[in-house]
Structure formats: structure tokens, C-alpha cells
């Protein structure tokens, strides 16, 4: 397991992650999505599309993350509402 993904319960602690993306800032898209048994290209799909994201996988990175299932369900719906601005125009 990446020693980065100890850096993600602080982070969000502290209000540094406040949607599924801001993950990233802190560890590669490449290293979360190859350990959920990923490619990049569907990783990058997922975000875009947060609405896709398998329940049991958004799960699994949680456990990675040490986050509870509730915050990994709050970071994704954020990332849901903030692509669906973005698709809006707003």
C-alpha cells in the first residue's frame, strides 16, 4: 500500500479535500486507480463521471484512505455536484 494514502484522513480533516478529485493532489490518479484495479482512462472516466462510480469501489478507497464509507459518499456526491455545474455552465 502507498505510504501517500496516509496523508488523506489529515487532508481531509483539515478541509483540504472537499470532493473526490482533491484526492488527487495528495496521491497520483495512476496509484488509486491501478489499486482499484483500473486504468487510467476509465479513472479519468469515473471522475468525470461520478454518478458511475461503483458504491463497492468508492468503498474499497475509502478503506485505502482511511476514511469512512459516509465521507467517501459526501466527496463524491460534491464531485457529482460540482462536474454537474460545470456541465451547466454555471
Same mark, same amino acid.
Given at each position: 500500500?502507498?505510504?501517500? !494514502?496516509? /496523508?488523506?484522513? *489529515?487532508?481531509?480533516?483539515?478541509? %483540504? $479535500?472537499? &470532493?473526490?478529485? @482533491?484526492?488527487?493532489? +495528495?496521491? *497520483? &490518479?495512476?496509484?488509486? +486507480? #491501478?489499486?482499484?484495479? !483500473? #486504468?487510467? @482512462?476509465?479513472? %479519468?472516466? /469515473? $471522475?468525470?463521471?461520478?454518478?458511475?462510480? *461503483?458504491? #463497492? &469501489?468508492? +468503498?474499497e478507497?475509502?478503506?485505502?484512505?482511511g476514511?469512512?464509507?459516509?465521507?467517501?459518499?459526501?466527496?463524491?456526491?460534491?464531485?457529482?455536484?460540482?462536474? &454537474?455545474?460545470? #456541465?451547466?455552465?454555471?
Open positions: 500500500m502507498d505510504h501517500r !494514502y496516509d /496523508l488523506i484522513r *489529515p487532508m481531509y480533516e483539515r478541509g %483540504n $479535500i472537499s &470532493k473526490l478529485s @482533491d484526492i488527487f493532489k +495528495f496521491i *497520483p &490518479k495512476t496509484t488509486v +486507480f #491501478r489499486d482499484l484495479g !483500473y #486504468r487510467l @482512462d476509465r479513472g %479519468n472516466e /469515473l $471522475i468525470e463521471h461520478p454518478e458511475d462510480f *461503483p458504491v #463497492r &469501489k468508492l +468503498f478507497m475509502a478503506a485505502y484512505a476514511l469512512t464509507e459516509e465521507e467517501i459518499l459526501r466527496l463524491m456526491l460534491q464531485e457529482y455536484l460540482y462536474r &454537474k455545474e460545470i #456541465r451547466l455552465g454555471k
